[in-house]
């Protein structure tokens, strides 16, 4: 199912050959299948993305795990590190959780995790909240936290200091 009609921002790429993959991350183009077995059917991603998603097989393997190991009233997945959406699709295609909140904080990238779960046709069972994962989840969900499972999947490269590094506040005192 391709998405008719969307366009990407400019920081959004979905790259027809291997030619027109920027050099420096050409050697991710024969991953795409992997990456996305709908690829082709315009799946978007920015640069980063092609080093930084969850390969499906390992998303839905993750999914499958997840589920497998939750207390049953737990019902809810959040996502707090959503990126182009390779787990949160992949949550949602379990159909193992009532609801799926996936939470990105850069426009560009929750705009290719919008429109991937389009192509994967379950993103009417995702909610997506823009913004700070800490924060989304302190303002918005935090009364979900009995019946939740927050799955993170942060940045693990580039230069990540004390200070920029995601998990640095870690505290939600959920129970
Ligand atoms: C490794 S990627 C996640 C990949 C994702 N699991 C997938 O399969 O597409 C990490 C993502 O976390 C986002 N991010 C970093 N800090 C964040 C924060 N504090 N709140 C929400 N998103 C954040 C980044 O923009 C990036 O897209």
């Given at each position: 199912?391709?998405?008719?009609?969307?366009?990407?921002?400019?920081?959004?790429k979905h790259y027809n050959s291997r030619d027109d993959v920027p050099?420096?991350?050409?050697?991710?183009?024969?991953?795409?299948?992997?990456?996305?077995?709908?690829?082709?059917?315009?799946?978007?991603?920015?640069?980063?993305?092609?080093?930084?998603?969850?390969?499906?097989?390992?998303?839905?393997?993750?999914?499958?795990?997840?589920?497998?190991?939750?207390?049953?009233?737990?019902?809810?997945?959040?996502?707090?590190?959503?990126?182009?959406?390779?787990?949160?699709?992949?949550?949602?295609?379990?159909?193992?959780?009532?609801?799926?909140?996936?939470?990105?904080?850069?426009?560009?990238?929750?705009?290719?995790?919008?429109?991937?779960?389009?192509?994967?046709?379950?993103?009417?069972?995702?909610?997506?909240?823009?913004?700070?994962?800490?924060?989304?989840?302190?303002?918005?969900?935090?009364?979900?936290?009995?019946?939740?499972?927050?799955?993170?999947?942060?940045?693990?490269?580039?230069?990540?200091?004390?200070?920029?590094?995601?998990?640095?506040?870690?505290?939600?005192?959920?129970?």
């Open positions: 199912m391709s998405v008719e009609g969307e366009v990407p921002p400019p920081e959004v050099q420096d991350i050409q050697k991710y183009w024969a991953q795409r299948y992997n990456i996305f077995s709908k690829y082709d059917d315009g799946v978007w991603l920015t640069d980063d993305a092609w080093f930084g998603v969850t390969p499906e097989p390992v998303a839905t393997k993750i999914a499958d795990h997840v589920a497998a190991a939750r207390s049953l009233k737990k019902c809810i997945m959040i996502d707090a590190f959503a990126g182009v959406g390779g787990n949160a699709i992949a949550f949602a295609r379990s159909n193992k959780w009532k609801r799926v909140y996936a939470i990105e904080k850069d426009p560009a990238v929750l705009q290719c995790a919008k429109h991937n779960a389009k192509i994967y046709g379950v993103e009417d069972k995702i909610t997506w909240f823009e913004g700070d994962c800490f924060e989304t989840i302190r303002l918005y969900l935090k009364d979900l936290g009995p019946y939740s499972v927050i799955f993170a999947s942060p940045p693990w490269g580039g230069e990540l200091t004390e200070e920029s590094h995601p998990l640095r506040t870690y505290a939600l005192h959920w129970r």
